[in-house]
């Protein structure tokens, strides 16, 4: 059974960088079919798609967060991560981490992290 | 950017009783559209993809329809843990999720 784990500090100041990993139990993340995703959710609010990567290190990010996002993935660890870049109070929400096929629907998740921007 | 636009914000049906609820999209994402349901504090949980496809393990009282711009998720008859927020999702162009629905017991 396929399990997602989040971890990472749940407060970052203004202006730092948020880091979170996500380990992958139960299988490999270097099956072919499938792509890992970090989506977040502000509270009480809906859910926004961060990016996505696959075992190869391709990747591909939300525009509209692109210039602060890098997801990474290191196969020997069967983990992914986030880094999300100068982030401010509207970065406050839970981080799922996730996975997808190429047709990019989120089958398995994990059970999300809260990260609070804060000084 | 995709926007998709979910109705109502919040829908308050009888358990027993059907529950329809609506995600459009600003332009066509063909079928390439699904849908989730979230309880509170747990993750969302895929329903539906493909616009009318059953994830594994969904119960039959699930089901969805649309193409292009006007998608409908359908619930025949609530049961009590049917209630809970709703969202659709579309994939045809980067990924976008609507606000969603609020399926709350009248």
């Known amino acids: 059974q396929l399990q997602l784990q989040e971890s990472g500090p749940g407060l970052v100041k203004p202006s730092e960088t948020l880091s979170l990993t996500c380990t992958v139990s139960?299988?490999?993340?270097?099956?072919?079919?499938?792509?890992w995703g970090w989506i977040r959710q502000p509270p009480g609010k809906g859910l926004e798609w961060i990016g996505s990567?696959?075992?190869?290190?391709?990747?591909y990010y939300n525009p509209s967060l692109k210039s602060r996002v890098t997801i990474s993935v290191d196969t020997s660890k069967n983990q992914f991560s986030l880094k999300l870049s100068s982030v401010t109070a509207a970065d406050t929400a839970v981080y799922y981490c996730?996975?997808?096929?190429?047709?990019?629907?989120?089958?398995?998740w994990g059970q999300g992290t809260m990260v609070t921007v804060s000084s | 950017e995709i926007v998709m636009t979910q109705s109502p914000a919040t829908l308050s049906v009888s358990p027993g009783e059907r529950a329809t609820l609506s995600c459009r999209a600003s332009?066509?994402?063909?079928?390439?559209l699904a849908w989730y349901q979230q309880k509170p504090g747990q993750a969302p949980r895929l329903l539906i993809y493909?616009?009318?496809t059953r994830a594994t393990g969904i119960p039959a009282r699930f089901s969805g329809s649309g193409s292009g711009t006007d998608f409908t998720l359908t619930i025949s008859s609530l049961q009590s843990e049917d209630f809970a927020v709703y969202y659709c999702?579309?994939?045809?162009?980067?990924?976008?999720f609507g606000q969603g629905t609020r399926l709350e017991i009248k």
């Open positions: 996730a996975r997808h096929d190429r047709y990019e629907t989120f089958d398995i």
């Open positions: 139960g299988g490999s993340i270097s099956r072919s079919s499938d792509y």
């Open positions: 990567i696959y075992y190869s290190g391709s990747t």
């Open positions: 332009q066509s994402v063909s079928s390439n």
């Open positions: 493909g616009a009318s």
């Open positions: 999702q579309q994939y045809n162009n980067w990924i976008t």
